[in-house]
Nanobody, 121 residues
Framework: QLQASGGGVVQAGGSLRLSCAAS????????MAWFRQAPGKEREFVAA????????SYRDSVEGRFTISRDRDKSTGYLQMNSLKPEDTAVYYC????????????????WGQGTQVTVSS
């Protein structure tokens, strides 16, 4: 089970930190990722972190502005979002999977409920 939180309304240039609390499974060994979905658009990959926390990946449009991480016991993941832009507005979902690294939402079996991020211009 995944529980996402931390969304809100922020002005362009501002920051938010999303959290994803995991329970019920050995998520410390799982890849953890963030996806987002804007109205009328498909869900898209944002960032991912490996089970060890040592490998990360980002979509080009957030590289250098967003940072994905996970805590010491690896049961909570974070997405620090800086220099937010109006085009970052979306519902953000955390997800987790075992096995191999993947950028496709279809391969992630575990999902949080989503948290709304709205960036005003």
């Amino acid at each position: 089970q995944l529980q996402a939180s931390g969304g809100g309304v922020v002005q362009a240039g501002g920051s938010l930190r999303l959290s994803c609390a995991a329970s019920g499974r050995p998520f410390s060994m799982y890849f953890m990722a963030w996806f987002r979905q804007a109205p009328g658009k498909e869900r898209e990959f944002v960032a991912a972190v490996s089970g060890s926390g040592t490998r990360t990946s980002y979509r080009d449009s957030v590289e250098g502005r967003f940072t994905i991480s996970r805590d010491r016991d690896k049961s909570t993941g974070y997405l620090q979002m800086n220099s937010l832009k109006p085009e970052d507005t979306a519902v953000y979902y955390c997800a987790a999977k075992s096995g191999t690294w993947d950028y496709s939402s279809a391969t992630y079996p575990y999902w949080g409920q989503g948290t709304q991020v709205t960036v005003s211009s």
